[in-house]
């Protein structure tokens, strides 16, 4: 559903982020948040992207986007010791304007090691060329690059984690199916081994249910997020 009303008057300061807690399942604890755009407009519940991406696209607006979310998610964990991720385009990996943004960001933040870039493995993989160039700077400025919506296939373990990044998230469709699919369930398993000796956390998404978390805990999964436990809130707890 997108927004139902839209006027001239339609700008960023409406959109916030909303906190999702990504789960230690050694010790049920917070290990980070992951922080989503919302956009709030009067009488109406939080619209996600998908629902207002089309405003800010028509608006040419999309890397004042990306710098909203990262300057009120940076501002709101400042004082907090607690890492944080944001989402981030194809188009801002490739945008001088970002890059300088971050290098400014970082500069006067606290330990920079706290914040993670996320990118989707089809934006990492259809210009591996932008990737490898972003991954150069977020190794300069201290950031850490998660690859998100993750599909395992065993052709593809040593190509993840060959890449420079701190984590890996893996689909909730894999997750979804996961239960029913041995062949799948063999590939997460040696993501979290092999990760593990990397240093790369291996993150499940999209975890909704007591028997799912089960299944992960039997393959050795240490993170994951989902409704189970909790909904994006514009309150991190």
């Avoid at 230690?24 to 939080?46: K, M």
């Avoid at 944080?84 to 920079?112: C, G, K, T």
Wanted: net charge negative.
């Amino acid at each position: 559903m997108k927004v139902s009303q839209v006027t001239e008057s339609f700008n960023l300061d409406n959109v916030v982020p909303f906190f999702q807690p990504i789960m230690d399942l050694s010790n049920n604890q917070v290990w980070r948040y992951e922080c989503l755009a919302r956009l709030i407009t009067f009488g109406e519940h939080p619209f996600i992207p998908t629902e207002f991406l089309y405003l800010v696209e028509r608006q040419e607006s999309q890397s004042q986007l990306t710098e909203t979310i990262f300057n009120r998610s940076a501002q709101y964990f400042r004082e907090l010791n607690m890492p944080w991720n944001i989402n981030i385009s194809l188009a801002d990996m490739q945008d001088e304007s970002i890059h300088r943004f971050l290098a400014a960001q970082v500069q006067n933040y606290p330990n920079p090691q706290r914040v993670a870039l996320e990118v989707t493995a089809q934006n990492v993989f259809s210009d591996t060329d932008t990737f490898e160039e972003f991954s150069l700077l977020c190794k300069k400025l201290r950031l850490n690059l998660f690859v998100d919506n993750v599909e395992p296939q065993l052709g593809s373990i040593e190509h993840l984690l060959a890449l420079p990044i701190s984590g890996l998230k893996m689909s909730g469709a894999t997750l979804a199916t996961l239960s029913q699919d041995a062949p799948a369930q063999s590939v997460v398993k040696q993501l979290c081994e092999q990760g593990r000796r990397k240093n790369i956390a291996l993150v499940a998404q999209h975890l909704e249910s007591e028997e799912q978390l089960v299944l992960l805990k039997q393959l050795n999964v240490r993170y994951a997020q989902g409704f189970y436990f909790s909904q994006p809130k514009a309150q991190a707890h």
